[in-house]
């Protein structure tokens, strides 16, 4: 496989992924929504005194998906797709998709925490993928899908054992996500960057992400 192709998902795989996705995001996207709407007024008025933001780094599956339903949140400035957790320097795509690596394909978020809270980010996280099963989202297997949260100070640590607590009552088994300290986090190659607002007509973006982010839209819309 060439360097800068992007492997499409088979068929198989996006009705296996789609079958898994039914949890309720998008109610709770509404409710992020509107919180944010009601304080619309006094975020712009902090907006105009502070330029300050955050980054959180979260792995659920792959990253093409992830990256699709953050980039949409406000608040959330810049989401960019790579690597992290493992023990190859400058890992390429084709390397990490091995497992031999060490990596996890993540997502990492900058984002405005006068606009959207780490805390709301971790409850949407919660939401977009399953948490209970190891190493694996939907067809997707192996260590690079592990779903994890890298921290990147004690205050985020915290707040993600605080939320996976909570997180832990809505599911019928146990969470195996990962809490580990952030190392290093490499970007991962451009074409992987923007997946689905530059790939919309692929198989993965039409049979996942495209009937998710239909959704989100009807959901944030009422």
């Known amino acids: 496989m060439g360097a800068g192709f992007a492997p499409a998902k088979s068929d198989q795989t996006c009705d296996r992924l789609q079958k898994e996705m039914k949890r309720p995001l ?3 996207l509404t409710l992020c929504a509107l919180t944010l709407r009601a304080g619309e007024t006094a975020r712009t008025t902090n907006m105009s005194s502070t330029n300050r933001t955050e980054l959180a780094t979260l792995g659920g599956g792959c990253f093409w998906c992830v990256e699709a339903v953050y ?22 795509y ?17 984002f405005d925490p ?3 809270s780490y805390e709301q980010l971790l409850a949407v996280f919660w939401e977009a993928h399953d948490p209970t099963t190891l190493n694996r989202q939907g067809g997707d297997t192996g260590t690079q899908y ?12 915290a707040a993600a054992e605080k939320s996976k607590q909570a ?11 990962e809490i580990v300290p952030l190392t290093k986090f490499y970007k991962a190659e451009g074409y992987h960057q923007g997946y689905y607002r530059n790939n919309q007509n692929a198989p993965y973006c ?13 959901a944030t819309k009422h």
Request: charged share 25%; net charge positive.
């Open 71 to 92: 980039e949409r949140l406000p608040g959330v400035k810049a989401v960019t797709s790579g690597y992290a957790g493992g023990h190859t320097p400058n890992p390429t």
């Open 94 to 110: 084709q390397e990490v998709c091995t497992g031999d690596t060490g990596h996890a394909e993540v997502t990492q978020i900058e």
């Open 114 to 116: 006068t606009q959207i």
């Open 167 to 177: 997180a832990a009552k809505k599911f019928p088994k146990p969470i195996v996500t």
């Open 146 to 157: 592990r779903s994890v949260i890298f921290y990147g100070n004690d205050a985020q640590k």
């Open 206 to 218: 039409r049979a996942v992400i495209r009937p998710k982010l239909e959704k989100l839209d009807k």
């Open 26 to 28: 998008y109610l709770l």
